[in-house]
């Protein structure tokens, strides 16, 4: 059975706590962190799409890590807002999306070197999937639902997307596997 990564949170809060204060005292806004992160992960896309695998791999692991500071800064610096929770959720899907993009390109370029697409309908099916966790768990909370809960919530996707694209054997000749 999989571990969620619910049980890491607050150890990782604990770590992270000195950093989150330091932006805090240095009055770095919240939506600079989210568009920075945001950036990184455009950045990422565009490795994938390169074939840059592990950098990109590197690249998103950071857009997660912006992802956790932009919350934690707005929220513990008072500065948190509906505009910012809109913003940081519409940047998340785009960086998703083009994290996707940047996939099925690397892909596709494979795909057909070796007459077997079935990689990009994989890749569909995980962007869509993607997409749907997210818009459940926005439309259950306009609902007035509590849905903190589901499989491959954002922080799993980025964990394993990131790390499956950084530790990929180098001798395999084949990219990481990204975020399927």
């Known amino acids: 059975m999989a571990v969620s990564l619910q049980v890491f949170r607050e150890p990782v809060y604990r770590i992270i706590e000195p950093v989150t204060r330091w932006l805090i005292r240095n009055r770095v806004h919240p939506n600079l962190i989210t568009t920075l992160g945001c950036l990184a992960t455009l950045a990422a896309a565009w490795l994938y799409h390169s074939d840059n695998v592990r950098t990109a791999g590197l690249l998103v692991l950071l857009g997660g890590v912006a992802d956790i500071f932009d919350g934690r800064v707005a929220r513990e610096s008072g500065l948190a807002s509906k505009f910012g929770?809109?913003?940081?959720?519409?940047?998340?899907?785009?960086?998703?999306?083009?994290?996707?993009?940047?996939?099925?390109?690397?892909?596709?370029?494979?795909?057909?070197?070796?007459?077997?697409?079935?990689?990009?309908?994989?890749?569909?099916?995980?962007?869509?999937?993607?997409?749907?966790?997210?818009?459940?768990?926005?439309?259950?909370?306009?609902?007035?639902?509590?849905?903190?809960?589901?499989?491959?919530?954002?922080?799993?996707?980025?964990?394993?997307?990131?790390?499956?694209?950084?530790?990929?054997?180098?001798?395999?000749?084949?990219?990481?596997?990204?975020?399927?």
């Open 85 to 180: 929770s809109f913003y940081d959720s519409t940047l998340d899907r785009i960086s998703e999306i083009f994290v996707f993009l940047g996939l099925l390109s690397l892909y596709n370029t494979y795909g057909a070197q070796m007459a077997d697409v079935r990689m990009v309908y994989v890749i569909f099916l995980a962007t869509s999937g993607s997409l749907m966790v997210s818009y459940t768990r926005s439309r259950a909370e306009a609902m007035g639902l509590d849905c903190k809960v589901g499989l491959m919530q954002r922080a799993e996707r980025v964990t394993r997307g990131s790390s499956s694209s950084v530790w990929v054997p180098s001798s395999s000749g084949w990219p990481g596997t990204g975020w399927c």
